[in-house]
Structure formats: structure tokens, C-alpha cells
């Protein structure tokens, strides 16, 4: 298992979850990534399946497109993506917040709607877009209170 994160706290959440798990150390690896550098430090095709869960919309669409670009670069076979919706809470449509929560504080939330997800797939070199599923769940009053967005990149043969 590998491990990437922007949240030094969530590597240390995963490393003690491996714990206590008890998955032997040296089949985890975690690593933060960090800065404006979104190399990953993988040879080409190097993972069979990889998932970018709740993590591409959790950065600057910039960033975002830089790792997926890397992503389909290190990955020989699947791309599973999760981003969160472009509303949530019933908010207004939004595009990027700095987030002010412990977990990711100081890190930027990005929304996505149908648009700016084909945007970011446009980074996707060598995958097709297999499935796009969005999943919206409203109160009773009809006001969207979470919407994430599921998506499957295949590689191209």
C-alpha cells in the first residue's frame, strides 16, 4: 500500500489505522506530498489501480491537474476519482475556499460541477473517462446538503 497525502495529520491517522490493523510496516508506505512540485517519485505505469478519494478537490485546480496529469503517468490501468460537488449546504454554486477546519487547514476546497470536471480531465493523458456518477443527497426542503462527484479513468489500449 502507498500512501499520499497533503495532510500530515491524515498520513498519521493512516499509519496508526495500518496499526492497528496490523498490517506488517514495510507493506505501508505514506508520504506527504507537499508544495507546488506535484512529481510523484513512481515510474511510469508503476501502480495497476490508483484512487485520488476526496484529495483532488482538496487543492488549488492548478495543483490538481498537475497530479492527476502525474497520476495517469504512474498508473497502468485505473484512475478511481472522487471530488465533491459544486454545491453543498445549499450554498450558491462555489469554486475554491481555503478551508479553515484542522484536518486540512489552510489547504484549498475546490467544487466540482460537470464543467470543471471535464476541465480537469483534460489533464488525463492516455485515459478515457469510464463512468461519472454524481450522488446528491438534499433535505426536505430540496436543499442540496452533500454532492460528490465518482469517477473511473481507463487507460487508452
Keep these: 500500500v502507498v500512501g499520499l497525502d497533503i495532510s500530515q495529520k491524515a498520513i498519521e491517522i493512516a499509519k496508526r489505522r495500518a496499526e492497528n490493523q496490523n498490517i506488517p510496516q514495510q507493506m505501508c508506505n505514506f508520504h506527504k506530498l507537499g508544495g507546488e512540485n506535484t512529481k510523484l517519485a513512481f515510474p511510469d505505469k508503476y501502480f495497476d489501480v490508483s484512487l485520488a ?68 480531465l483534460k489533464y488525463a493523458q492516455d485515459f478515457t473517462l469510464d463512468s461519472c456518477v454524481t450522488e446528491t443527497q438534499e433535505n426536505l426542503d430540496g436543499r442540496i446538503i452533500d454532492q460528490r462527484n465518482y469517477i473511473v479513468l481507463k487507460r487508452d489500449i
Design 53 to 120: 478519494e476526496s484529495c483532488l478537490d482538496s487543492m488549488a485546480f492548478d495543483l490538481a491537474a498537475g497530479y492527476l496529469s502525474e497520476l495517469c503517468r504512474v498508473t497502468n490501468a485505473v484512475i478511481y476519482l472522487s471530488l465533491i460537488g459544486a454545491r453543498v449546504n445549499g450554498d450558491a454554486e462555489l469554486d475554491e475556499v481555503v478551508v479553515q477546519t484542522e484536518h486540512e487547514q489552510g489547504t484549498v476546497q475546490s467544487y466540482f460541477d460537470k464543467g470543471k470536471i471535464f476541465s480537469l
